[in-house]
Every structure is written in structure tokens, then in C-alpha cells.
């Protein structure tokens, strides 16, 4: 007897008792594992962006030989050079990638009292093979102290004594803390904004007031700071404008010649200037001109005004063209208080290339290097 | 019981979320939550600096530089010159006095240099 069916039909109907799963049960499991798998991703990378933001991944620079307060430069890498030029905002919260990347200083800003500062400062320099810089804005009306300790303002000092009196008691005061440099005094002149920080007076009378401060300070151990180089900073302008522009009198510069063989730092503002300098068109921090044409008895160190006000980020179309310009202009201690240190890591390695690529030369880097640890008291050799 | 939908929902979901997980790890940073409302606040960013009763204009960012180095600011509506101000940053009772509009608080909060309070 025939079979009603067809060979096809009869493969179809071969078995047909066989168990098979649903297709729909498959799709089930495969939606679940994914969903585990998923899952897992997301955890992972979400551990790896808290790492990251708490700077795990910024790798510890080996401890620097430092023997008897002497160090050889080479024997130091590029990166711990380069990093030795940077100054980063002291926040505890970044401390261990500030200690693992052993940049140059750390900048404390207000506290809400007293014994949180030499607590944190202890923090950073424990075990620290080339201590950091600490650095505060003590001025006197601007004072990162004023919610327990209050400081007479610049503009009511009248008399070389009283100046040096205000610079030795504010000298004392920052080295009971463990402070080791202070960014004043201000020597512009024509405080038009806030009519205190500034001495009184005419060129040569701040000139001398500031050469009196910075002699009571540093007689304290503690490094001064005349800023904001080439002047006009106190000047007000159009709050809109992030460039700022300014033409620069012979006056302005007074004050800096008055204290170039004194102060033993300077710091470099961010003003596009004309007159009796010429940044050329740029923001003074990255003009090599406005840098070399600092008094010529000046042998201190140059700093610049924080990097990331937009007076000069805005300069530039790029962060890293920015962040070259900077270091190739000349200045040996640059201030960068980006929060995030992983920002501050990518600095380095972008100046670790213009190093290698020839844009920057190692011995440019050296100089500063050099200046930097003889400021922290070390004997450099090599 | 869980639908396969709902399965597919779940995890093209997580499947995003990975990928916003995964660009700052590349290093690319996406425009904030922040950034996108002060883009489209129409007001413009000012700042005072107050010392006794005496206020003068200063250029946002050397003002959001200078907010983020006092101790903490404060909600402080004051009409100084015709124009509100909003927040007040200061470090004592005698110090300096940044006061900055709504915006300017804003736009100093995004800078790089804010830290946190």
C-alpha cells in the first residue's frame, strides 16, 4: 500500500514525538544572559570612572634620590622635571595622584580653621622626597585666613616700617602653617576694583613699600611673589570681556624694577598689553617677550597667573595648544588648580611630547628645574 | 514574570548606559546637565566684588578664580545698582564679598578650577 504521504511530508512527520523547546524560551535565556552580561559591563565601568576620577590610574613617579639635601637633575625623568614646574590646587580629596605625579607645589585656598592647614600640608609632604611648595594668596585683603585671623590690607600701610612689619608678622604667621611662598604683594598700580590691595601711593612710593614687604617676608623664610606682571590689573574694564587688554606706561613697571633684585618670584598676568611692552597681540603669561623683558636684576622664579581663567583659555582654540604655549613662553613654575588630576597628568604627558618632539628643549626644562629646587633648598648637581 | 520585551527594553537600556560609561573613558566629555541650562539662560554673568559698603565690576573669571578660593558661598539675594545679585562667596565676616547673579554662580560652578563645596 502506497503511503498518503510524500517522501518530504514523511522527513517532516519522521518523529513526531521529539521534544523541542519553544523558540520563544530560547529568546528568553538569551535576553536574560545579555542582561547579566550587561549588567557586569555597566558595573565595570562604572568602577573604572570612579577610579578614574579619584586618579588611580595616574601612575606613582619613582622616588627621586636625594641624599644629604643634594640631587643630581638627570637623575630625575622628564616627567618628574616637567612635573616639578606645576602648581596644582591642594584639595586632600586629589592627594594621593598630587604625591604619585610629585608636581612642584600645591595651593591651599580658605579654610574654615586654623589647624586644618598644617593638616593637610603634613599630608602632602609626608615621606615627600623634594617637598612640595605650599602656596597661599595672603595679601591681606584678600586672606584665606580672615575666618579666624585677620591681616592689615596693603592699602592702609603707610610707612616702609609698617610695611616690613606687615611682611615679617604675615612671614612668621605662614611658617608656624608650613606655607613656603605667598603670591603678594600686588604691585600694580590704580586699584580702581577693590581699593586694598594694592599699597599706597604713587610708582616709586609702592615700589618701596613692596621692596620693604618682600623684605619682612622672606627674612621669615617664606618666598614673595610681586604679581601681576606687567601691571594694570587692578584696573576695572568691561566685566563681559574674557581677553583684557591694556596699554602699559613706564610707571606701571616701576614697581617691578624697585623689587627685581629683592622678590624672589614674579607672577605673570594674563593681560594683552601695548605701550611701554608689547605682548604682541598675547596674553602676557604666553608672550616670550613680555617673559625676557623682565628686569634684568630679576633671578627669581617666574610664575604664571592661573591658567585656566579664560583671560587666556579662551586665547586658544585647543587646551593642548594652550598648555605648550605656555611652557615654551618661559615661565618656570606654571599654576594649573584644574580639580581633576587626571587634566593634570594629560598637561605633563602633552609637554613630555613638545620635549621629545623638539617644540621645547630638555635644557630650557633643566634651568627651571634647577631654579625650582634651589628655591626648596636643595643643592643641585649635574 | 518578565516579558521578552521587556528583556529587550532592559537591556538596550543598559547597553546605553554603557556607552555613556565608556566615552569618559575615552576621554570624551559630553556637555553637562549645567552647561546645556546656562546656554539657554539669556542673562549674562556678573560679579561684584564688595568690600565694606564699596562694590565694583569684576571680569567673571578672574571673579569665579577668586569665588573659589573663599570658604563658601551662600544663597544672598541684594539689589546693588539697579541689578540682583544671588549668591555671595566669602571667607569671614570682614572679608572680601564676591556677589554673583544666578548665572554667574552657574558659569563659575562649571569652571575647572571649582572644586567641590
Known sequence: MKSIFSQNEK??????????????????????????????????????????????FIPEQPAPLVQDGIIAIQDLTLE?????????????????????????????????????????????????????????????????FAAFRLFLPASEVETVGEAFEKGA?????????????????????????????????DASQIGALAEAYILGLQNEKIMATAKHYPGKTLVARD???FLVTATVGASDLVPYQEVA????????????????????????????????????QFSGLVITD??????????????????IAVLQAGSDIILNFNDDPNEIYRMIQIWKEAVDSGLVSEERIDASVRKILEAKGLQVVG | ??????????????????????????????????????????????????????????????????????????KEKSLIDGQYYDWACQTGQQSVVQRLNHVGYQYCTLQPFWGRR
Open chain 1, 11 to 56: 522527513r517532516v512527520v519522521r518523529n513526531p514525538v521529539a521534544k523541542k523547546v519553544p523558540p520563544k524560551r530560547w529568546a528568553f535565556h538569551i535576553h536574560q544572559a545579555t542582561f547579566l552580561i550587561l549588567l557586569l559591563v555597566v558595573l565595570l565601568l562604572a568602577s573604572a570612572n570612579i577610579a578614574k576620577a579619584k586618579g588611580f
Open chain 2, 1 to 74: 514574570m518578565v516579558s521578552v520585551r521587556q528583556w529587550r527594553i532592559l537591556n538596550v537600556s543598559l547597553a546605553f548606559l554603557a556607552l555613556l560609561l565608556l566615552l569618559p573613558l575615552l576621554g570624551i566629555r559630553l556637555p553637562s546637565l549645567g552647561q546645556a541650562e546656562l546656554w539657554l539662560n539669556p542673562d549674562d554673568p556678573r560679579c561684584l566684588a564688595q568690600v565694606d559698603n564699596e562694590f565694583s565690576g569684576v571680569e567673571i573669571s578672574r571673579c569665579c578664580l577668586l569665588a573659589a578660593q573663599q570658604l563658601s558661598c551662600h
Open chain 1, 261 to 296: 633684585d629683592t622678590a624672589q618670584g614674579i607672577m605673570v598676568s594674563h593681560i594683552i598689553v601695548d605701550g611701554a611692552l608689547d605682548s604682541q597681540g598675547l596674553p602676557s603669561v604666553v608672550s616670550p617677550g613680555i617673559i625676557q623683558g623682565l628686569p634684568e
Open chain 1, 306 to 323: 592661573e591658567i585656566n581663567m579664560l583671560g587666556l583659555r579662551s586665547f586658544y582654540p585647543t587646551l593642548d595648544e594652550m598648555y
Open chain 1, 80 to 144: 618628574q622635571k616637567l612635573a616639578q614646574m606645576v602648581i596644582v590646587a591642594g584639595s586632600t580629596w586629589n592627594l594621593q595622584p598630587i604625591r604619585n605625579m610629585q608636581v612642584g607645589g600645591i595651593h591651599l585656598f580658605a579654610l574654615g580653621q586654623e589647624e586644618l592647614f598644617p593638616g593637610a600640608i603634613q599630608q602632602f609632604q609626608a615621606g615627600m622626597a623634594i617637598p612640595f611648595f605650599v602656596t597661599v594668596d595672603l595679601e591681606g585683603c584678600l586672606n584665606p
Open chain 1, 239 to 241: 566685566p563681559h570681556k
Open chain 1, 169 to 201: 608678622e604675615e612671614g612668621k604667621y605662614l611658617r608656624s602653617l608650613g606655607v613656603t611662598i605667598n603670591f603678594a604683594p600686588v604691585v600694580d598700580l590704580d586699584d580702581e576694583i577693590w581699593k586694598c590691595r594694592s599699597f599706597p601711593g
